[in-house]
């Protein structure tokens, strides 16, 4: 019985999305980020109809990013160029701010207090992730 309420733990712990927190005078934060292909959009944006998304449950591939507040950066294994940075509000509904200079991106991050969505985009693929930010 404890091993099945520590197993059910683990999974809920896995299953939900990790955030990083950057605290006031951090030079850096790394974060975790999902990588999935598209657009990240819905059939209205080009996206994924219903039909592929019954072939497409595989889980998304763990990107490591890192964002350097002092040198104005975003950098990690991303397989191609980013081309545009957005901050979503938490639940990812809305998108609140967008960038395609990754200074501005960082500049506004480091002004910004809350948790957010990040979402990272390429010619192929989007990168999300969260960050707290005190």
């Not at 039909?51 to 890192?66: E, F, G, H, L």
């Not at 910004?112 to 999300?128: K, M, N, P, W």
Request: proline residues 4%.
């Amino acid at each position: 019985m404890t091993r099945l309420i520590i197993l059910t733990f683990l999974l809920l712990g896995m299953m939900h999305p990790m955030k990083s927190s950057a605290a006031p005078g951090t030079p850096t934060v790394t974060l975790p980020m999902g990588k999935s292909s598209g657009n990240g959009g819905g059939k209205e944006d080009g996206g994924d109809n219903d039909d592929d998304k019954k072939n497409k449950r595989i889980p998304s591939a763990r990107v490591i990013c890192t964002i350097d507040f002092v040198n104005l950066t975003v950098t990690g294994n991303f397989s191609s160029d980013l081309l545009s940075y957005e901050v979503w509000d938490e639940e990812g509904q809305q998108c609140l701010e967008s960038f395609t200079q990754e200074s501005t991106f960082v500049e506004y991050l480091y002004s910004a207090e809350g948790i957010y969505q990040l979402r990272f985009y390429s010619d192929s693929y989007v990168y999300i992730g969260y960050i707290s930010i005190d």
